[in-house]
Structures are given as C-alpha cells and as structure tokens.
C-alpha cells in the first residue's frame, strides 16, 4: 500500500470540456503527477473549516500554491495588489495547525511556505519589488522567474534541493510570487535569494516540516516529493 | 467519531483558471459542497490508474459526472457523438468494482451510473435523441438542464430515500439500455428511460443519471454519509 497524499486545492471558476466559468476545487496535475513519481497516491484536499478529521487518512500533507493569504492571518490590513482567499486560508490553517500537532510530514509550496511561515508566528511581505525593487520573482503575468538561491548546508532543503553543479549549495529555481516571507516566525529560514528574499522555511524539531519559496512540481524536480514521501513511511 | 471521508471522482484535462491554462484535476465545486453539507468531508480522487489504494481512507465515494464511457467496454462501435476519456474509464472501473466488492458504500451520478451500469455487465445507448426522438435530458438550447418527473419503485433503495417520484435535473445524451446485473428501480415516465439502478445485495449502492449535486435536495448525499457513519 502507498502512502496517502494530500494536496490542498484551488478553487476557482475554471472552465473545461464543456464546462465555462465552473466554480470547481482544483488543482494543476503537475503536483499530482510529482506525488505518483515518488510513490505515493495523491488526494486532493478542497477547503473546508469545520474539522481537520482528514488527516486520519492522510501520511503527509502538501499545501500548495495559489492566491495570496489574507493578512488578518498575521494582523495586518490588506495592500493594494493582495488578493486572498478566505476559504482557503481557513480550511488550510486548520489542516496545517492539526498536522503540526501530530507530527505529520508537511510541504508548503509558494503560498503554503507563507502559510507555513505565518502559522508559526510569521508575517509577510505583501508586495515583494516595494521591498527588493525588482519584479524577477515574478517578471509577468503567467511567467516563473528563474533565479539563484543559496541553501544552509545541513539543512533539510539542502538535502531535498542538493549541493547544486558547483557542490556550494547554490541552484537556479524557478518562483512566480509577489509575496514573501518578512518574518519566518518560529521556523528556521534555510534558503535566500540573492536580493535577501526567504527561498526555504523549516523545523528542525520536527520529522519533515518544510517550505519552499519555488515550484518544484513544475521544474521535475522529483528528490524533495521523494523525500516526503520518505517520511510519509514512517 | 469523526467526520466520514468521501472520496470523490475527478475530470482530468486541459482547464483555464485565473492565469492558468493547464491539465488539472478538476470538478465542479457543488458535488464538494453537498458531500459537505450532509456532514462528510470530501477528497478527491484523481484518475491514475491501475491503482485502489486510494480507497484505504474512505468511508464512501461518489462516482461523478463527465465523458461518455467508451463503448468497447460493452463491446459496442463509438456513436460519431460520443466522446470518451479511456484513462478515466480504466482508473474509475478499477476503483468501482473494489468499492463493490468491499461494498463500501457507492453514489453513482450521470456518467457514474452508466460507468456502474457497464460495471455490471450492462449496455449505454450512445446518443438518446436517436432513440426517444427528443432532447429532453440535454436540452440542445435554453436552460442546461432538462427537467422531469422520476417515478420510483416500490421496496427500492430509492424509493426509502425519496419517496414515490422525485423532479430531476439531467444532462446527459446516453443512457441506461440494459442495466446488466443491476436493479433497475426509478424511470421517466415520459419515455420509461430508466433513471436509477440499485445493487440490492449491497449496503449502499445506487447511479441516478441526474445531477443531485445541482439542487438543494441533498437527501441522497445525506444517506451516503449517513450510511458510512453508522458503519
């Protein structure tokens, strides 16, 4: 029997077949497909605050990426360009609170290593080029940007990202996210951009508690699905 | 006790969302709220064949709407209407019949009734209006839905859930030809198409071609939770 995956979904009006603007629970097949290549069978998880009774079924979580949080998550007022997504952000911090609790094997990806950072205590950014006065973690609508990023040796993103071609723990990832982490809160920053930006959160108290900044469902990247399924073993 | 689990089938294909055009795993966000609002909580279920063992958690599972089953499952040639989606038909007939033979309990909606209909040895008509002579349960203009009175027999499953007949919403241009080894129970009138079929033999498990999870009557949503948390 493989490990049980939860993927948190999307939901949005979508359109496909002969379905036009559907409000649908969603997500991109890529995270789908990155959990089957490492082992395991995904299921997806749409929101839902009532109870995180879920995770019984469950041997791992994977909150992915999406729209951003609401600030309320760490008391501040929403800016400008921040356009969030209350049920997510409800169904998602429950689910994330319980499965911190219980030591289940957890993934963030792009906005679940923010909702990681902020359920720890954290805070973001909300619009990143005010802070680094540049747009290359998202040069436009729909485009990953790609850019270098140096990860804290011994640390579990170094183990599941490598030492990078030149062994220095430096690799090019690809990020589309105009939000970042300020403050990690209670979680440990294992990874940074060139410009400062938080690229990788995590807890080393814990079995498999990370965050990454990037998209490694849509670059391939296959050891850092491995690794959770890994822990999802144990 | 805590909160059923159910399981619920997905479209996998090529979906615009937002800034994304992309293959997904996608449903219409209404059968998520009615497994919600009759006191489940819904996963879903993506489809990656051969593989079960995404049953290991449930305590239900709904079989949802989508493409026409191909036909080569009932040994028949494709209507030039009928357009089918093979992967989805080999992963969900996989996970169906192990629902069945753990008889867990099994909601079986428009192209999940016909999908349970050929599980059992049955046949589709591939394009109704050839048949019927009307497009009733796909309206080609107006509303999306077509509407009408489903009358249901006596000592069913459906029957206990319903009541004597139930108005219906349908969308779909195949239908039930021959439910195999199935209990045929709930028919329109109209044309005596049949509407529901039952395995009697099992806990729970039952297909309506319409589309329950598109109105307010959420009874046979109800029942499946309910059939799972007395388990």
């Known amino acids: 029997m493989r490990p049980i995956v939860g993927i948190t979904s999307y939901v949005e009006p979508a359109s496909w077949g002969v379905w036009i603007d559907q409000d649908a629970a969603l997500i991109r097949k890529s995270y789908v497909d990155a959990v089957t290549a490492a082992g395991a069978r995904a299921v997806i998880l749409p929101p839902d605050d009532t109870d995180a009774d879920v995770l019984r079924a469950l041997d791992a979580l994977i909150i992915a990426g999406g729209a951003d949080l609401g600030p309320d998550l760490y008391g501040e007022e929403p800016g400008p360009l921040t356009d969030s997504r209350p049920d997510r952000d409800r169904g998602e911090s429950l689910l994330l609170q319980a499965a911190l609790r219980t030591d289940l094997p957890v993934l963030g990806i792009c906005r679940g290593m923010q909702l990681l950072a902020v359920t720890c205590g954290g805070r973001l950014h909300q619009h990143l080029p005010d802070v680094v006065g540049s747009d290359k973690h998202r040069p436009g609508p729909g485009v990953y940007g790609w850019h270098g990023i140096t990860l804290e040796p011994g640390s579990l993103a170094a183990e599941v990202a490598g030492d990078g071609p030149e062994g220095d723990g430096r690799i090019e990832v690809n990020t589309y996210h105009h939000q970042g982490v300020a403050d990690p809160g209670s979680l440990t920053v294992t990874a940074w951009a060139d410009d400062g930006v938080v690229e990788a959160v995590e807890d080393p108290t814990k079995p498999f508690v990370l965050g990454v900044q990037w998209h490694p469902e849509e670059a391939g990247e296959r050891r850092i699905f491995e690794s959770l399924v890994d822990a999802a073993r144990t | ?231």
Not at chain 2, 35 to 45: C, D, E, F, K, T
Not at chain 2, 75 to 97: F, Y
Not at chain 2, 124 to 132: D, G, K, T
Not at chain 2, 154 to 171: D, I, K, Q
Request: glycine share 10%; proline share 7%.
């Open chain 2, 1 to 231: 006790m805590s909160r059923p689990v159910i399981g619920l089938t997905t479209y996998a294909e090529e979906a615009r969302f937002g800034l994304n055009d992309t293959f997904a795993a996608v449903l219409p966000l209404a059968y998520v709220q009615a497994v919600h609002n009759s006191g489940g909580r819904a996963v879903l279920i993506t489809p990656d064949a051969p593989d079960v063992d995404a049953l290991d958690g449930l305590d239900g599972i709904v079989f949802t709407g989508g493409s026409d089953v191909d036909p080569a499952l009932y040994g028949e040639p494709a209507h030039p209407t009928t357009q089918v989606k093979p992967e989805r038909d080999a992963a969900e007939l996989l996970l169906l019949r192990a629902a069945l033979a753990a008889d867990l309990p099994t909601l079986a909606i428009c192209r999940g009734m016909q999908l349970m209909t050929v599980a059992y040895g049955g046949k589709l008509h591939q394009h109704l209006p050839e048949v019927l002579g009307h497009d009733n349960h796909r309206p080609v203009s107006g509303p999306k839905f077509g509407f009408h009175r489903v009358d249901l027999a006596p000592g069913s499953l459906a029957r206990g859930l319903l009541g004597e007949s139930v108005e219906v919403n349908s969308f779909h241009h195949q239908g039930v030809a021959d439910p195999g080894k199935l209990t045929a129970t709930g028919w329109c009138p109209e044309d005596n198409l049949i509407e529901v079929v039952e395995d009697p033999a099992l806990r729970f498990a039952i297909g309506v071609q319409w589309h329950p999870e598109d109105t307010t009557d959420h009874r046979l949503f109800a029942a499946l939770v309910g059939m799972t948390s007395s388990s």
